[in-house]
């Protein structure tokens, strides 16, 4: 997958759930709930504003909506989403979601789609955003697989790569990235990180097999469920790039690297990083929104001309 002038995809994988679902979105013992009510629970605790409301073609029983990243694909009868970006060289993307054998697929007025199935302990939901696509993995009661796999299809020659393989053990941010044959970072996924229905965290990680990336998500008969797992695809501005390229390519002082490498781990990770950057235009937004991290980061970034150029400018 080639950068392009303008962007670089980036592939985010995290897990959240709002901290207010008990109570009105806890679910019977039964697990007696619909794919309204699987759309209505995931609706309210994502951002509905940036959602695209897809267009669910007659024929074909393909829904496909056009944003920043190109025209995505989701088929309502199968588990891979394809994503076709005219500005990418090599620009056909497939993520193959986990089989949650669902029974029917429920579009919501927000554009949720919804695979559902009353017999199953876990549930799936796509929502195409702005800059990508956010998928939901519903996890009900404790007889929910652990693991849900990811598969992506990367182009020849690309592999994932963990961040502690990428940065170095001390760096680990907990994200995956993608990465070309010259070892250019293409994609991220961002850390994995879970909360039950009372706000409390579950332990979770990621696991690369090949070209898979496999969410742990350690819950056991204790956990106030239900969980929902995020992964979140977008595609994202040419900031990420650059300071990626830096961190993977650099002719500086291995002191100045290293001061980079912690900034970013304190911020989350790259992605974040990058989105906190140029967010922040002026150095006391900087201190507000991301501290002394982001403020010692864009201290460091400011005398390298290609990051420079692409994160504050």
Known sequence: MKISKKFVFLLVFSLCISTSLEGEYAFAEDNSTSGEDIGSLVD???????????????????????????????????????????????????????????????????????????????????????????????????????EYRFTIDVPDGEKLVSAAEYLGEEFDTGEVFIVDSDNKIQSVFAPAWAKDANGNPVPTH?????????????????????????????????CSAALAGFVGFNLFAAAKVIKIKRYIKELGGVAEAAKLLVEATTWEEKLRVGGQALVGLAGELTGITGVYEACFK
Not at 214 to 223: A, G, L, P, S
């Open 206 to 238: 990621f696991i690369i097999k090949g070209n898979d990336i496999i969410q742990v998500v350690d819950f056991n008969e204790n956990t106030a469920f239900p969980i929902v797992a995020d992964p979140n695809w977008m595609k994202i501005a040419k």
């Open 44 to 146: 309210n605790i994502t951002d509905a504003q940036d959602i695209v409301d897809p267009t669910v073609l007659e024929q074909g029983n393909v829904a496909v909506v056009q944003n920043e990243a190109g025209t995505i694909q989701i088929p309502l009868d199968s588990n891979v989403i394809t994503v076709n970006d005219e500005d990418i060289e090599k620009n056909e993307l497939k993520i193959t979601l986990p089989k949650l054998n669902s029974e029917d697929a429920v579009k919501t007025e927000n554009g949720t789609i919804v695979y559902h199935s009353a017999n199953e302990p876990s549930d799936l939901a796509v929502q195409p955003t702005t800059e990508g696509i956010r998928s939901l993995i519903v996890i009900k009661d404790a007889s929910a697989p652990h």
